[in-house]
T-cell receptor, first 114, second 115 residues
C-alpha cells in the first residue's frame, strides 16, 4: 500500500486480557514510531525503532507494554494485562529515517478496554 | 525538557475569515517545530515544519506559520478559512538531532468553520 497501515482499526477487549496491535509502515522506511493518543489529548511518544532495534523506548508507560519489529518492517505493539486506562488510539508512524524526514502516520487503532 | 502549549482547545471562525491557531513552546535546545492536521477518522498529516533558516514557513492548503524565538511561538495562520479546514490541529516540537520523529505534541485545537 501507499501509506502506513494499522490493524485492527478498532479493538475491544476485557480488562486483564492481552492484545496485539499491528503496524505496516511505508515500504523502505527504516524508522518506525508508536504514539498513544488519549481522548482530548495530543499524541504521546511511546517507542522508536531504527531498523529492527528499539532505539528509544523511553515513552513506554510500564512493563506491560512491549513492541517488536523483528524484520525491520512490520511492528507489533503488545499490551499485557490490559487496564481500562490503556483505552486510547494507538498511532503508528514511519519515516525514511534521515534527519528532518517527515513522519507518515497511520489511521490508528482505537483500543477500548472494558 | 520540552513542552508545547496550544492556546484555545476550540476555535470557531466564519468561512472566509482569518484563521489563527496559537502555539507556544518550551525547549532547552534549538527546536524543530511542526503543525499537523487530523481530519475525522484519518491519520495525522503534516501541514508544515520549521527546522532552520527562514522563519516564515509555508505549508499545504494555504497555511503558514512563523517561528518567533523571542516569543517562543509558532502560530499557524491562514488568510481565508474554507469549510474543508474544519479539523483538529496539533503543534509539536522536537529538538533531537538525528531523531526528529520523536515529537512532543500540544493538546490540539479543534477548528470549526461556520458558513
Amino acid at each position: 500500500g501507499a501509506g502506513v497501515s494499522q490493524t485492527p482499526s478498532n479493538k475491544v477487549t476485557e480488562k486483564g486480557k492481552y492484545v496485539e496491535l499491528r503496524c505496516d509502515p511505508i515500504s523502505g522506511h527504516t524508522a518506525l514510531y508508536w504514539y498513544r493518543q488519549s481522548l482530548g489529548q495530543g499524541p504521546e511518544f511511546l517507542i522508536y525503532f531504527q531498523g529492527t532495534g528499539a532505539a528509544d523506548d523511553s515513552g513506554l508507560p510500564n512493563d506491560r507494554f512491549f513492541a517488536v519489529r523483528p524484520e525491520g518492517s512490520v511492528s507489533t505493539l503488545k499490551i499485557q494485562r490490559t487496564e481500562r486506562g490503556d483505552s486510547a488510539v494507538y498511532l503508528c508512524a514511519s519515516s525514511s529515517g534521515t534527519e528532518n524526514s517527515p513522519l507518515h502516520f497511520g489511521n490508528g487503532t482505537r483500543l477500548t478496554v472494558t | 525538557a520540552q513542552s508545547v502549549t496550544q492556546l484555545g482547545s476550540h476555535v470557531s471562525v466564519s468561512e472566509g475569515a482569518l484563521v489563527l491557531l496559537r502555539c507556544n513552546y518550551s525547549s532547552s535546545v534549538p527546536p524543530y517545530l511542526f503543525w499537523y492536521v487530523q481530519y475525522p477518522n484519518q491519520g495525522l498529516q503534516l501541514l508544515l515544519k520549521y527546522t532552520t533558516g527562514a522563519t516564515l514557513v509555508k505549508g499545504i492548503n494555504g497555511f503558514e506559520a512563523e517561528f518567533k524565538k523571542s516569543e517562543t511561538s509558532f502560530h499557524l495562520t491562514k488568510p481565508s478559512a474554507h469549510m474543508s479546514d474544519a479539523a483538529e490541529y496539533f503543534c509539536a516540537v522536537s529538538g533531537f538531532s538525528g531523531n526528529t520523529g520523536k515529537l512532543i505534541f500540544g493538546q490540539g485545537t479543534t477548528l470549526q468553520v461556520k458558513p
